[in-house]
T-cell receptor
Framework: DAGVIQSPRHEVTEMGQEVTLRCKPISGHNSLFWYRQTMMRGLELLIYFNNNVPIDDSGMPEDRFSAKMPNASFSTLKIQPSEPRDSAVYFC??????????????FGPGTRLTVL | AQSVTQPDIHITVSEGASLELRCNYSYGATPYLFWYVQSPGQGLQLLLKYFSGDTLVQGIKGFEAEFKRSQSSFNLRKPSVHWSDAAEYFCAVGAGGTYKYIFGTGTRLKVLA
């Protein structure tokens, strides 16, 4: 099992540029999560998809952030335009959700984003 | 509001020594509680979870945790630490919807040879 795959692992960009982070969840999982980890705010849930549909995007910081899940095996998180305060590690996680209880979330290795 | 507190930011132990990482939570009902570990450059991995029943739960890698309702605590323990246990450990409480966590700020464990 390849686990959750994220790309790129590191991204350095300049303020104002568009950034796209990619995630391939574990095959067969029906839930996908995007998290952001910073020293100041810790680990925060940005958005949650179930069966490719966004269920909870209350954690998305502002309109500059958008996420899509066009199919069960791929998701993107886009920041446009990027700002230095977006610098963080972004994690994708997936799980097989039964809807009745908490299911283990499997995390990818993360993308470290630096916005200059 | 729900919250999770990990009082220790850093802990250093010698290899072979016992370990206890503290976690306190604030939650109105019976909580779902979790411990995750993050190795350097890696994502989080679930060590163990508590939903109900026996208050002492066993996890992977020789870890265990005890739920104490009276103290609102869910401390993680290991009787003998290995150098490979050096990592950051996160306590989390389920915050609704069977998918949302509130994570603590983490405890970074250093293991001395």
């Amino acid at each position: 099992d390849a686990g959750v795959i994220q790309s790129p692992r590191h991204e350095v960009t300049e303020m104002g540029q568009e950034v796209t982070l990619r995630c391939k969840p574990i095959s067969g999982h029906n839930s996908l999560f995007w998290y952001r980890q910073t020293m100041m705010r810790g680990l925060e849930l940005l958005i949650y998809f179930n069966n490719n549909v966004p269920i909870d995007d209350s954690g998305m910081p502002e309109d500059r952030f958008s996420a899509k899940m066009p199919n069960a095996s791929f998701s993107t998180l886009k920041i446009q335009p990027s700002e230095p305060r977006d610098s963080a590690v972004y994690f994708c996680a997936s799980s097989l959700s039964s809807g009745s209880s908490y299911n283990e979330q499997f995390f990818g290795p993360g993308t470290r984003l630096t916005v200059l | 509001a729900q919250s999770v507190t990990q009082p220790d930011i850093h802990i250093t132990v010698s290899e072979g020594a016992s370990l206890e990482l503290r976690c306190n939570y604030s939650y109105g009902a019976t909580p779902y509680l979790f411990w995750y570990v993050q190795s350097p450059g890696q994502g989080l991995q679930l060590l163990l979870k508590y939903f109900s029943g026996d208050t002492l739960v066993q996890g992977i890698k020789g870890f265990e945790a005890e739920f104490k309702r009276s103290q609102s605590s869910f401390n993680l323990r290991k009787p003998s630490v290995h150098w490979s246990d050096a990592a950051e450990y996160f306590c989390a409480v389920g915050a609704g919807g069977t998918y949302k966590y509130i994570f603590g700020t983490g405890t970074r464990l250093k293991v001395l040879a």
